[in-house]
């Protein structure tokens, strides 16, 4: 068997795709910005070549599609160039969206894992609640999220809590799911095993479900933190665009500012990044620690 | 504060929460029986919160404004059905079908180009992982940019939403066909072709199929969010969005059942077309069995 070689299997391939990528863009940056600049030479009455199209494209205001430069240099102005306090700092909307993010991600697993544990051990539970639980999934529960919003405010609860309770709502179903799997998952020789050492059913369910649930839980835990994070963008939309990377977003398709929408979504894209990495490391650390191999 | 309707309405719960108890307990000596009750006791906790609602929101005499009931849920919904429809059609009839096909045909295809280059398949299969978890939502402003407010440009963020997992399941899917069973066709000698056709396909179907169970959802999620960003006066997120700020919130529910029902509709064919299709996977036998 070959050794597998880090930077032969996926270094460089993953580096060619993501410079063809780079390319990609740049070039239909240059085309799908030319015409502005074509525009502009018409209405002042010159010709202009192509050679003076090209580097233009490059640095329009509100281009139709910003060169990735533009992007990285909106980004950099906007984190380390800016004050945290600032509303124009992308750190600062970053945090807020990830607080929203973090408290209905927290809320979500322990709700998730409170029913998984019910159904598990009632069969009334199981056989009335896991049908919906399923069916549940397949509704657009984001279509919810502006009612939520606007609702609560309405009662007068605003800012952190609505949002984060959408991304609880989304969060909330996969870790049921596959919490319900993982603590089903042991077999029936482990839990007569249990049952021959007297074990009462709060051991059985320590000593053996919960850990043998571990890698379900984990497995679960990416998919909802990275779903919580689009609830709670989708959630800051129609707070009527005040903080947050979804309002960077709305704030950006209002004015036409492609370049501050880019970076929005280049800030999203490293937050769930971040997130997804963080929860595979303690996945990796806590299997770890319980000397299963990940 | 109505105390008849309240107690009402948690007496019934209860009562159904007991009867469920009872019937998860006795065993039936017939098997059709067994699938009755099966199906009986989720519809029984249905119907209950249903109830449950009704009572609480009409006892507790909460404003409509912020939880109407079922009923008046309903009444609006068989009131407002031509609006509802229009919504339908523009929503998911255009946005949702179309983008749906075209970002899993898509995505089925890019997989299938990919096959023979374990290159692009090492460059490509991170990106993908990694962009399927990525809130690729976020499209939903530039699409509306570049395509228009109509239903071109939810199209696109449904292409854009369904491609990659899609890509990623195919992949995978491709590669579940075992060493041996490979071996077996190349000593027919069969061709690259046959051996896609007539094995690595049908392995695949599981995969696929899950990809499509997931894509489902998500083009339904991704076609109305995106009408938040700008859309002709029809459609699902549009009329949400717009009904919201008015207060109706009994006509946001409406628009929110029919959403659930066509959402799990999609979903639900999805599941019986992989039932007919992989008919022969170790799930479905034992679904069928038990």
Redesign the interface.
């Known amino acids: 068997m070959e050794k597998p070689n880090l930077f032969k299997?996926?270094i460089m391939?993953?580096?060619?795709?993501?410079l063809t990528v780079l390319v990609i863009w740049y070039v239909s940056a240059v085309f799908l910005n030319a015409p502005f600049e074509r525009d502009t030479a018409a209405r002042a009455g010159t010709e202009i070549t192509f050679s003076e199209i090209l580097p233009k494209t490059m640095f329009q205001q509100r281009p139709?599609l910003p060169a990735p430069h533009q992007v990285i240099a909106e980004i950099w102005n906007t984190t380390v160039l800016m004050p945290i306090t600032s509303k124009r700092s992308l750190v600062y909307h970053a945090w807020i969206t990830l607080s929203a993010t973090l408290l209905g991600f927290g809320i979500g697993t322990v709700l998730g894992i409170l029913l998984a544990v019910g159904i598990v051990h009632n069969?009334?539970m199981?056989?009335?609640?896991?049908?919906?639980v399923i069916?549940s999934?397949?509704?657009?529960?984001?279509?919810?999220a502006?009612?939520i919003i606007?609702?609560l405010n309405?009662?007068g609860i605003s800012g952190l809590l609505p949002k984060a309770l959408i991304s609880t709502y989304l969060s909330f179903f996969p870790i049921v799911v596959g919490m319900v799997k993982g603590l089903r998952a042991p077999e029936q020789i482990q839990l007569d095993l249990m049952h021959t050492y007297y074990a009462s059913p709060s051991q059985t369910f320590w000593k053996l479900r919960w850990p043998s649930s571990m890698p379900y839980l984990f497995a679960s835990l990416?998919v909802a933190i990275?779903i919580s994070?689009?609830g709670a963008?989708?959630g800051e939309?129609?707070t009527g665009a005040v903080s947050g990377?979804g309002a960077r977003?709305?704030a950006?398709?209002y004015y036409?500012q492609?370049v501050q929408?880019?970076s929005?979504?280049f800030m999203?894209?490293a937050l769930?990044?971040t997130l997804?990495i963080i929860v595979g490391l303690a996945h990796t650390a806590v299997l770890k620690r319980m000397g299963m191999k990940p | 504060m109505n105390y008849g309707l309240l107690f009402g309405a948690i007496a019934f719960w209860l009562a159904a929460?007991a009867t469920?108890?009872w019937?998860?307990?006795r065993k039936f000596r017939t098997p059709s029986a067994n699938g009755v009750v099966?199906l009986a006791?989720?519809l029984?906790?249905?119907v209950s919160i249903l109830v449950l609602w009704e009572g609480l929101v009409r006892g507790l005499h909460v404003p409509s404004?912020?939880?109407p009931p079922p009923s008046m849920i309903w009444t609006r919904l068989i009131n407002s059905v031509p609006t509802l429809w229009a919504d339908f059609q523009q929503t998911f009839l255009k946005a949702v079908i179309t983008g749906y096909a075209l970002g899993c045909g898509l995505g089925f295809l890019v997989a299938i180009a990919i096959d023979r280059s374990p290159?692009?398949?090492?460059?490509?299969l991170?990106?993908g992982n990694?962009v399927s978890?990525?809130?690729v939502?976020?499209?939903?402003?530039?699409m509306?940019?570049?395509f228009g407010f109509d239903w071109q440009s939810k199209v696109a963020v449904v292409v854009i939403m369904t491609f990659f997992p899609m890509l990623v399941n195919t992949v995978s899917g491709l590669a579940a066909a075992s060493a041996m069973e490979r071996d077996l066709m190349h000593t027919y000698a069969a061709s690259w072709f046959q051996t896609l056709v007539k094995l690595r396909l049908p392995a695949a179907w599981p995969f696929i199929f899950n990809a499509l169970k997931i894509n489902?959802?998500l083009a339904?999620?991704g076609a109305?969010?995106a009408e938040?960003?700008?859309t002709p006066i029809v459609g699902?997120?549009f009329r949400?969005?717009t009904e919201?700020?008015r207060?109706n919130?009994d006509m946001?529910w409406a628009?929110?059942a029919v959403?659930?029902v066509a959402?799990?509709a999609?979903?639900?064919i999805v599941a019986l077309i992989e039932r007919a299709v992989t008919f022969w996977h170790p799930s479905v036998r034992n679904a069928r069995t038990a």
């Open positions: 299997d996926s391939p993953v580096g060619v795709i993501l139709v069969r009334a199981d056989r009335s609640l896991m049908p919906w069916a999934q397949t509704i657009p529960i984001l279509a919810i502006p009612m606007v609702v309405a009662v990416k990275a994070l689009v963008i989708v939309l129609p990377l977003l709305l950006g398709s036409g492609t929408i880019w929005a979504l999203a894209a769930a990044a997804v | 929460w469920n108890e019937l998860v307990r099966r006791v989720p029984l906790f249905g404004v912020l939880l290159f692009l398949q090492k460059g490509l991170p990106l990694f978890a990525l809130p939502i976020g499209v939903a402003p530039i509306v940019m570049w489902s959802t339904l999620i109305i969010v938040f960003f700008g699902m997120g949400i969005s919201v700020g207060m919130v946001v628009e929110i959403a659930a959402g799990s999609f979903y639900g």
